[in-house]
């Protein structure tokens, strides 16, 4: 199994020859390298973990220009029906469902949505690049509100032996029994002040064999920001000693 990063969220997991995509997104920061809408129309189905933008909103573009379904929670698939994506093309999915799609097994899990601390919401409005980007702050703010949050989702992909836990925000519900001990573990690394302790406890709870971040480029200024993962990786390596940390580079492809 191998798994590729195409910035924010965006990520694919291959097997088999075939492949799933999850969470679709072009950088809407001019500076970040960014895949074609036919190079992920070219991946197959997509899978998506929640509704905001930053996950949805090229899903329409990514859908016409290809063949795949889109699985995802109601609220995300109302956005995209909106948006003039056929029901066809859908497929609503909820926690618990277990289904097979070529040679992957996936098994949704319940999730919940970061929790954006203080700190991070000040900084991120007093900063000189929120005032000099204030027209482009003003138009992610709309688009926030066009893309509701919905229910998140967690999923766990199987193939060739090997498995795969993939979160779409950095939280879990405290009540779901997720799988532990997958081989590998993707970790969306934006949103809080804190990271570097918060992601611990994802560790902790799931012990996963090795860790794959992404969402940590600046992909929506002036509300994202680029995130150092050299602190984590090192924190990584002093507490859990052995454990792999995976910082993918643009479409690098990492057998899992």
């Not at 573990?185 to 992404?214: C, M, V, W």
């Amino acid at each position: 199994m191998e798994i590729k990063w195409f910035g924010t969220a965006a990520l694919s997991i291959s097997s088999g020859g075939e492949s799933i995509l999850f969470d679709p997104f072009l950088p809407l920061n001019a500076e970040l390298p960014a895949p074609s809408i036919e190079e992920l129309a070219a991946l197959g189905d997509i899978f998506i973990t929640h509704g905001h933008f930053d996950h949805l909103m090229h899903v329409p573009q990514v859908v016409q220009a290809g063949e795949g379904v889109v699985y995802c929670c109601n609220t995300a698939a109302e956005s995209l029906y909106r948006e003039g994506v056929p029901e066809s093309r859908v497929a609503v999915i909820k926690p618990g469902d277990k289904f097979e799609k070529g040679p992957f097994e996936i098994t949704v899990y319940r999730g919940v949505h970061i929790r954006f601390d203080l700190p991070l919401i000040v900084k991120t409005l007093i900063s000189r690049r929120c005032l000099s980007n204030f027209s482009a702050l003003r138009v992610l703010l709309k688009e926030s509100k066009r893309y509701p949050e919905g229910e998140v989702l967690v999923y766990r992909i199987a193939a060739g032996g090997k498995s795969v836990l993939h979160m779409g925000s950095l939280n879990l519900d405290s009540s779901e029994e997720y799988p532990a001990g997958m081989d590998l573990l993707t970790l969306p690394f934006q949103g809080r002040s804190d990271l570097n302790s918060y992601a611990l406890q994802f560790i902790e709870r799931l012990k996963p064999k090795a860790l794959y971040l992404h969402h940590f480029d600046d992909a929506f200024p002036p509300v994202s920001s680029p995130v150092d993962t050299a602190p984590f990786v090192k924190k990584v390596a002093r507490e859990y000693p052995g454990l792999r940390v995976i910082v993918p580079a643009f479409k690098q492809a990492v057998e899992v």
